[in-house]
């Protein structure tokens, strides 16, 4: 369907066939500014320790000029992701902090957003415009004005300092309820009706209909909570203190320009999940943009 | 067996109960803490208040903030409209929009450092602009921009912000486009409309619902701007891009509860107003 519209949109629009190449080409120009930090990330993680002393003299305050670099190293090697992974216990330790906390969030999120995003869309309820509201407003807050209300709840119950503290208060998170909630209000109320007439009860109409039905909104909350909390620093800045339960976001700024190499291979890992869930997901994650967009 | 009256509270409750135990209530308390000193919990009334407007940490941060935000917001808005309305006449939509979504993406830590190399004062960029400006004009001497010591490092954020948000816009400028009956452009054309006609009378009246829908998650995204920020600059930054997270997160550190929950509150209700009115004026498109 948006492919016909697009091509009608198209149809209309388009002048001349060279035109058309014209713009491609200044759209695609910026867009290649994605590139390069990949580009230098990648090289920098394989450019042996010398190499990578010489060109980044200027930063090291060794050398006047400005920082030079080549796309191809004199002499590759992967001596920095053998030293990142195979010397480096702490480096583990982060990357399954991170794994663990994403993979803990993203469950809760499952468990508590999913069913609160079915009751917006498939029931009529006293107050539910007013909680629907409550609802935008705090997916819109910013972390930093909750802060100090996080802080006080978690001090509260004793888990300040650990993973907990991450995790739970990004359970119920308000944004993954309303990308849920865009993909169930697809879901014709007629193929529900007749479903109960058929004598289904709310439950099973939940898992036959309700899940199968509004996958492509729970997976696009899933992509971008993905995302979203393989990036997370606010949180475990303040209330980490512990820095063996840190995530990976917060150990790549620890490390010095004296150690560079490790920093492009850390880099390079850091990137790779995010990645790979960027391309699998893709679609999902342009639907789920246009889902938490939708106006309650 | 629930039956359908009450299968919503079975639905809702955990996700309900969780929010009010994180966030609402614990926020009441904030509110009630904003009238008490920090330590002695004695009610002071509106003092906290009047200590954080007279701060000057915390206006320089509300200034920042409010000149980011209104930079940087409709500048998104207007780019991503721009490169949309481009790519909605191009055949290979989907490999240039997957290369503007991608920063989007990229996790902050990773891309912190290439950031350095490029905006450092002796880095690439200053480089290659001094290269070019010295191959326009061979007799200036121009001397390079410290990024982040300067004021220069709010439009490096501003940049920044752009660069990693740009995507999210794009696919909803195009969501809206691609909604846009066909047929509509088509008879705007037959009756003699010229491009820039069909693009103000016909495209721009019809993404006004886009439009709010971009803002208001801009408006969202614009906060976690902090992690560039603290990553390339630390948490006292250079003067021009010291913002409300940077103060939020120094109060917290040196546990000066009493103004946050002050700053918290006072966030806290421009945030709802601000909320309520785009509301207003995005249930206004349906009328």
Redesign the interface.
């Known amino acids: 369907m948006e492919y016909v519209v697009n091509h009608m949109i198209n149809r209309v629009l388009k002048k001349g066939k060279w035109k058309n190449g014209l713009v491609e080409a200044a759209l695609l120009l910026p867009s290649l500014l994605v590139c390069i930090p990949i580009l230098i990330l990648i090289t920098g993680s394989v450019m042996g320790r010398g190499e990578l002393a010489v060109y980044l003299r200027p930063v090291l305050g060794e050398a006047e000029g400005y920082i030079t670099w080549k796309l191809m190293p004199d002499y590759p090697t992967f001596a920095n992701y053998k030293r990142l992974l195979l010397e480096t216990p702490q480096f583990f330790v982060l990357f399954w902090n991170s794994m663990g906390m994403v993979t803990a969030i993203l469950l809760g999120q499952l468990a508590v957003g999913i069913p609160a995003a079915w009751a917006f869309a498939a029931y009529e309820f006293p107050f539910r415009r007013w909680i629907l509201t409550l609802y935008i407003v705090l997916m819109l807050l910013p972390f930093q004005v909750t802060m100090l209300s996080s802080y006080l709840v978690l001090d509260g119950m004793g888990i300040m300092n650990t993973q907990k503290a991450i995790v739970l208060p990004a359970i119920f998170s308000t944004f993954p309820v309303f990308v849920c909630y865009g993909g169930f209000s697809q879901i014709p109320k007629e193929m529900l009706d007749a479903a109960r007439i058929d004598g289904a009860g709310e439950w099973l109409i939940f898992m036959k209909f309700a899940l199968p039905l509004g996958k492509g909104g729970i997976l696009s909350a899933m992509v971008l909570g993905f995302l979203e909390y393989w990036n997370l620093m606010e949180q475990p800045l303040a209330f980490l203190e512990d820095k063996a339960l840190w995530p990976l976001s917060l150990y790549l700024p620890e490390i010095t320009w004296a150690q560079a190499g490790y920093a492009f291979a850390a880099s390079v890992i850091t990137l790779v999940p995010a990645v790979f869930v960027f391309l699998m997901g893709q679609d999902y994650l342009e639907r789920g943009i246009v889902y938490a967009g939708l106006k309650g | ?4 009256k009450r ?6 409750f ?3 109960a ?2 009010l ?7 009441a ?2 509110v009630r803490r904003s009238f008490l000193t920090a330590i002695t919990g004695t009610f002071v009334g509106l003092q906290n208040y009047r200590m954080i407007f007279g701060n000057t940490a915390f206006r320089t941060a509300v200034k920042n903030t409010f000149l980011f935000t209104g930079f940087s917001i409709p500048l998104l808005v207007a780019l991503g409209l721009a ?1 949309s309305l ?8 989907r490999l ?23 905006f ?1 004062k ?3 960029v ?2 290659y602009l001094l290269r070019l400006a010295a191959a326009g004009n061979p007799d200036t001497v121009a001397a390079p921009i410290d990024y982040l010591g300067t004021g220069a490092a709010f439009f490096l954020l501003c940049a920044t912000y752009i ?1 990693k948000n740009l995507g ?1 816009t794009i ?2 400028w195009l ?1 809206g ?4 009956n ?1 047929e509509m ?2 008879a705007a ?1 037959v009756d003699g409309a010229g ?1 820039m006609q069909r693009l103000f009378y016909v495209l721009l009246p019809n993404l006004k619902g ?1 439009m709010y ?2 803002v ?2 801009s ?2 995204n614009s ?2 701007i ?2 560039e920020a ?2 390339v600059a630390g948490a006292y930054p250079h003067e021009s891009i010291y913002m ?2 940077h103060l ?2 120094n109060w ?1 550190v040196n546990l000066d ?1 009493d103004k ?2 002050a700053a ?1 509150v006072v ?2 209700i421009v ?2 107003a601000g ?1 309520l009115l785009l ?1 207003r004026a ?1 249930d206004d498109r349906e009328v």
């Open positions: 067996m629930m039956g359908r299968a919503w509270i079975f639905f809702l955990p996700s309900f969780g929010v135990l994180f966030v609402v209530c614990p926020f308390d904030v490169v481009a790519l909605s006449r191009v055949k290979r939509v240039i929009k997957s290369l503007y979504l991608f920063p989007m993406a990229m996790p902050t830590a990773a891309i912190a450092i290439v950031w350095k190399m490029l450092y002796q880095g690439f200053n480089k660069w999210y696919v909803l969501a486009i691609m909604g846009i066909g452009l088509e054309k491009n886009s829908t971009i208001v998650l408006f969202l906060f976690k902090y992690r603290y990553l409300l997270q939020f997160n917290f509860l946050m929950a918290a966030c806290g945030f709802l909320t509301w995005w």
